[in-house]
C-alpha cells in the first residue's frame, strides 16, 4: 500500500482529506498536526508528503528543506488556505516542493497529484 505523510493543524480538513483520499486511492496515511510532530515521523518509504504551509510550530517550508535534504526522492506537496502569486508559488518549486496547491480550490486538483505521484 502507498504511504502518505500528512501535516495539517486544521483537524477538520485533516480528517475530512484523510477519508478523501483513502476512499479514492489506494494509500495508507499518517497525519500529523505539526510540522515537528510531521519531520520526526519521516521515515523514507513515504510515496508523497502532503504539509499545510503554516501550522504552529513552524511552516511546510521546513519539510521541504528536510526531505530535500534527507529523502529526495519523496514529492512534498505544499497546501494553503491562503493564497500566495505565481512569484511565491515559483520560489516554493525552485526550493523543492513538488507542488502548491490551495485548499479552497484544491481537493480534487491534490487528489489527482497525488494519483500521478503514485502511478510513477
Given at each position: 500500500?502507498?504511504?502518505i505523510?500528512?501535516?495539517?493543524?486544521?483537524?477538520?480538513?485533516?480528517?475530512?482529506?484523510?477519508?478523501?483520499?483513502?476512499?479514492?486511492?489506494?494509500?495508507?496515511?499518517?497525519?500529523?498536526?505539526?510540522?515537528?510532530?510531521?519531520?520526526?515521523?519521516?521515515?523514507?518509504d513515504?510515496?508523497?508528503?502532503?504539509?499545510?504551509?503554516?501550522?504552529?510550530?513552524?511552516?511546510?517550508?521546513?519539510?521541504?528543506?528536510?526531505?530535500?535534504?534527507?529523502?529526495?526522492?519523496?514529492?512534498?506537496?505544499?497546501?494553503?488556505?491562503d493564497?500566495?502569486?505565481?512569484?511565491?508559488?515559483?520560489?516554493?518549486?525552485?526550493?523543492?516542493?513538488?507542488?502548491?496547491?490551495?485548499?479552497?480550490?484544491?481537493?480534487?486538483?491534490?487528489?489527482?497529484?497525488?494519483?500521478?505521484?503514485?502511478?510513477?
Amino acid at each position: 500500500m502507498n504511504k502518505i505523510l500528512i501535516i495539517e493543524d486544521d483537524e477538520n480538513w485533516m480528517r475530512f482529506l484523510n477519508g478523501h483520499l483513502k476512499n479514492n486511492l489506494d494509500v495508507n496515511i499518517s497525519c500529523y498536526e505539526t510540522v515537528v510532530e510531521g519531520i520526526d515521523n519521516i521515515v523514507g518509504d513515504e510515496k508523497v508528503i502532503l504539509s499545510d504551509i503554516y501550522t504552529p510550530n513552524g511552516i511546510g517550508f521546513n519539510v521541504v528543506d528536510y526531505v530535500v535534504k534527507k529523502h529526495p526522492h519523496i514529492p512534498v506537496i505544499l497546501m494553503s488556505a491562503d493564497q500566495f502569486s505565481n512569484i511565491e508559488v515559483q520560489r516554493m518549486i525552485t526550493n523543492g516542493a513538488y507542488k502548491f496547491i490551495e485548499k479552497m480550490y484544491g481537493l480534487a486538483e491534490i487528489t489527482k497529484t497525488i494519483g500521478k505521484i503514485l502511478e510513477n
